[in-house]
């Protein structure tokens, strides 16, 4: 484990390294606890460089068995080698030499995942973002690139399975039960998309053929016996490499394309270059293990590493300063590729509720950062959803304000000027700048400053002059060590409703930029006036979410109430009804703190009935529009001095309000959705079982519900419905026999079943109230469970620290003391994952005096503890400070 050095990262530091590699050529000759690597590399002095500059190579807990040049061993004096860093000190005259490095690795006692690990006996790598210094001694930086050979040697029965990137070149058998293989990537790539992976895998193979008509073999590796999991992830594959080509012209490059699943990873999955390596589940799916929202990961996630292939690999980054660079990017990309397969609105609803879950309390909270950072102490905990998911909203906001056409003209200029380079924020604003003729350097803050935007709308409408007026404020908040904010540019997307929910006409309009139904925000005011409009229109602001901004407007109540039924943005509608549902629960939420009843607007669960048994809107779309703001949506939108059970309980009382004026339509609706056609994980279908799901959830609350959750559960066909019903029961009816019998015939049947198991643990690590701490402490015990394994870890700790409010902020603060030590219990091992658990409690300053003294003393108590970890360490100072 690297401990703190305390070192911090800057991106005004910048300089490219004095020497370059441009081949490497490695031999693996694999075994799990000594594992030889022998690195030939050609390095090359740059340009203008000194002869007396040493080469000084990154390590990390390395240990170095010979070191050459030019076929000759070093002197002693010549060099300095410790776990971390090999420095050459005296290099040889000429601007090439080859330096060869021998170390030996541990692959099975590797508990970080990072390097060469042994995941269920089978080799691999991660090496983003500075994993391959775990392997060898190298100039670990993305701007150093450099075309690699790959030769692996192992016992064949061990391992008859080798892959690394590019394409295959030979294999033979050895003597004494060995064999090996050569790969060979002809792309120069930076060290961090290097992989190898060696193991007894099963293999699913078919072929695609590009846009130019090559062929390209395609192959997902899984555990044996998992096979018949991969149908849905190679479908996925062959559509998103012929979405990339229509989409953005982006051809395949290689001869063979491997995926390959492994059950302990540290995220979702990685590109490396013709082998991506992925969370097994992102990969492994059916109707009887897999629910519709795993099946939406797997493609969404399967697209977003094939995608990197041009945004990423090709381009890649210079520093880690400019991850989103890449990140934001590819998930731009995939938001639209899953936008076209299934429906583009539902897509955007689920988008914004995720940034808004994910994306805005970081922002808005102790680990704010811009989405292209400036200094760091460790990368790894870089990887946010500022850098990925704000950084889409960046990417999507220049299409906005380009148009579609300039926008892919744009990205054109991109792919051609910058092909094989490490480019940076700059460069990608540039092609853009270039390719429209605009100045997009306001605009470009969007990259610098931290902070989410709020917008102050107020409007006024004269009917006698036929003025309409909207009066617009922006503010961007401080965030830590940026108090003083510059004035940004906001695409706001716009529309005027008139009563009958056809747009408004205006003849004139000044105060802004207004284009394409966008009103570009650029001052600190605007007074927008539009004229010759006879009628008091209803507005409808931040379309599309055009902006991730937040919004404080003026708007009346029967304004909200009638774009939630007329807006032609179904985005907007959606909004609409999320605000409604919003100001009814923050009401709710001060009443229940006032000791008073929760009282809701007849016309309020009225239109909840109108929405649910609207036929003309797609199911899916009504689901979204029924589930209520979370928890933590809700404590967010109160801002501070939360009470997490008095949120807990306005929720409730707005969801049996809602059942209860209701009921009948419900429970019809619920009926009539009944599938009786043969599964499909199509978004249509997905968006039945949804809507169904939902109906079941509210129809719970009521007499019989108990009973009727049962039923579905047992009766389920698929796990969508089981999970579903699993998690009404667990939670609505805690303690239960039904819900005891049902978690139990769960747990019968998927023992075996590692990624069902995790559902289990989920389900059971969220309900809510105070005694699942307790229930989540036992569970720590249980054999489902391991300390060792990312996912587990995740479900079980990272669900109930993140995703349980009631139970994690029990008042006493239990929660956050078994918090405290699990997070240090992981971070032994792990300290990636331990880093990110420990982001759980980033928005204690919100909470009510008694918790958030309480939340103090846990995230102290982590602080104070011996050999911290660079990684947790870096997340708890920032979150104390
Ligand atoms: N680069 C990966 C992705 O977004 C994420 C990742 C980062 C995976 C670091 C592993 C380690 O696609
Ligand atoms: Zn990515």
Redesign the pocket.
């Given at each position: 484990m690297r401990t703190d050095t305390g070192q911090v990262f800057k991106l005004e530091d910048y300089r490219p390294n004095d020497y370059l590699i441009p081949e490497t050529n490695l031999t693996f000759r694999l075994s799990p606890q000594a594992t030889r690597v022998i690195a030939v590399l050609t390095v090359e002095r740059r340009g203008g460089v000194s002869a007396s500059a040493p080469l000084v190579l990154d390590g990390d807990g390395l240990t170095l068995l010979r070191v050459e040049i030019d076929g000759r061993p070093l002197e002693p004096a010549d060099y300095m080698a410790t776990p971390d860093q090999l420095t050459i000190t005296t290099v040889p005259a000429t601007p090439r030499f080859q330096l060869v490095i021998e170390t030996e690795v541990a692959p099975a006692g590797n508990e970080t995942l990072?390097g060469l690990y042994r995941s269920s006996n089978v080799y691999c790598t991660?090496?983003?973002?500075e994993?391959f210094r775990r392997i060898t001694y190298f100039l670990d930086r993305p701007d150093v690139l450099s075309v690699y050979t790959v030769r692996i040697e192992a016992r064949r029965d061990e391992a008859p399975l080798l892959l690394s990137n590019g394409n295959p070149v030979e294999s033979a058998d050895l003597t004494d039960g060995w064999h090996y293989a050569v790969w060979h990537d002809p792309f120069p790539k930076p060290s961090?998309l290097f992989a190898l992976v060696a193991g007894d895998l099963g293999k699913v193979t078919d072929s695609f053929v590009t846009m130019s008509g090559r062929k390209v073999e395609l192959g997902i590796y899984v555990e044996p016996g998992k096979e018949m999991l991969a149908g849905y992830a190679m479908d996925a594959l062959k559509r998103s490499m012929r979405w990339d080509e229509e989409a953005f012209g982006c051809e395949y490059d290689l001869g063979v394309f491997n995926i390959v699943a492994v059950s302990d990873?540290?995220?979702?999955?990685?590109?490396n270059k013709g082998l991506n390596?992925f969370n097994d589940k992102y990969v492994l799916a059916d109707q009887e293990t897999a629910t519709d929202a795993d099946f939406a990961n797997i493609e969404a996630?399967i697209a977003?590493?094939y995608f990197?292939n041009w945004t990423?690999n090709r381009i890649t980054c210079r520093d880690w300063f400019q991850l989103c660079l890449?990140?934001g990017l590819?998930?731009f990309r995939d938001h639209e590729f899953s936008a076209d397969q299934r429906s583009r609105a539902v897509k955007r609803i689920a988008e914004v509720r995720t940034l808004r879950a994910h994306q805005f309390p970081e922002d808005q909270g102790p680990l704010a950062h811009p989405v292209r950072p400036r200094r760091y102490r460790e990368i790894?905990n870089f990887?946010t959803a500022t850098v990925?998911e704000k950084g889409s909203e960046v990417v999507r906001m220049i299409r906005t304000i380009l148009g579609d056409e300039t926008f892919r003209a744009g990205m054109n200029l991109y792919f051609e000027r910058h092909d094989g380079q490490a480019a940076t924020i700059e460069d990608f604003i540039k092609v853009f700048e270039d390719a429209s003729g605009r100045d997009l350097q306001q605009f470009a803050l969007w990259y610098h400053q931290a902070g989410t935007p709020n917008l102050t709308v107020s409007s006024t409408h004269n009917p006698g002059s036929r003025e309409f007026t909207l009066e617009i404020e922006q503010s961007v908040p401080p965030t830590p060590s940026e108090s003083r904010k510059r004035l940004m540019h906001i695409p706001l997307a716009f529309g005027l409703v008139g009563a009958d929910g056809e747009p408004v006409a205006y003849s004139s309009v000044e105060g802004a930029t207004v284009e394409n139904g966008v009103i570009h925000i650029r001052k600190r005011r605007h007074v927008v006036r539009f004229s010759g409009v006879a009628e008091r229109p209803a507005v409808s602001l931040n379309r599309g979410f055009s902006a991730p901004v937040t919004l404080s407007v003026e708007q009346k109540a029967d304004d909200q109430f009638f774009l939630a039924g007329h807006d032609s943005d179904a985005f907007s509608r959606w909004q609409a009804f999320n605000t409604i549902l919003t100001d009814a629960l923050i009401a709710a939420f001060r009443q229940i703190l006032g000791g008073k009843p929760s009282v809701f607007a007849s016309r309020l669960t009225d239109l909840a009935g109108k929405i649910a048994g609207d036929e003309t809107l797609e199911p899916a779309y009504r689901a979204l529009a029924l589930a209520l703001p979370s928890e933590a949506d809700i404590a967010r939108d109160i801002g501070k001095n939360i009470d997490p059970d008095a949120v807990f309980r306005s929720r409730e009382a707005l969801a049996l309000a809602i059942a209860t004026a209701n009921k009948k339509l419900f429970s019809d609706l619920y009926d009539h959705l009944v599938d009786d056609d043969a599964f499909s994980p199509d978004a249509a279908s997905a968006g039945r079982r949804a809507l169904r799901n939902i109906l079941l959830d509210y129809l719970s609350l009521l007499p019989a519900g108990r009973e009727l959750a049962a039923d579905h559960f047992h009766s389920a066909t698929n796990m969508t419905d089981r999970a579903a019903a699993l998690t009404v029961l667990a939670h609505r009816h805690h303690g239960s026999p039904e819900a005891i019998k049902a978690l139990a015939d769960f747990e019968a049947v998927y023992a075996d079943d590692p990624l069902v198991m995790d559902k289990w643990l989920q389900i059971q690590a969220s309900v809510p109230g105070p005694q699942t701490v307790d229930t989540v402490r036992a569970l720590t015990r249980h054999s489902a469970f391991s300390m060792a394994n990312p996912n587990r870890v995740r479900s079980l700790i990272g669900t109930f620290s993140s995703a349980n409010q009631t139970g994690f902020h029990r008042a006493d603060g239990d929660g956050y003391r078994f918090f405290t030590e699990t997070v240090l219990e992981v971070e032994k091992r792990n300290p990636?994952v331990a880093a990110r658990l420990a982001t759980a409690l980033r928005s204690w300053r919100s909470l009510e005096p008694g918790r958030q003294a309480k939340a103090r003393e846990a995230l102290l108590a982590i602080a104070n503890a011996e050999n911290l970890s660079a990684d947790l360490r870096d997340i708890v100072e920032r979150t104390l400070v």
């Open positions: 990072m991660q090496c983003e973002a994993g961090y990873f540290n995220m979702g999955a990685m590109e390596i996630i977003h590493e990197h990423g890449k990140e590819t998930v790894n990887y990925y990636q």
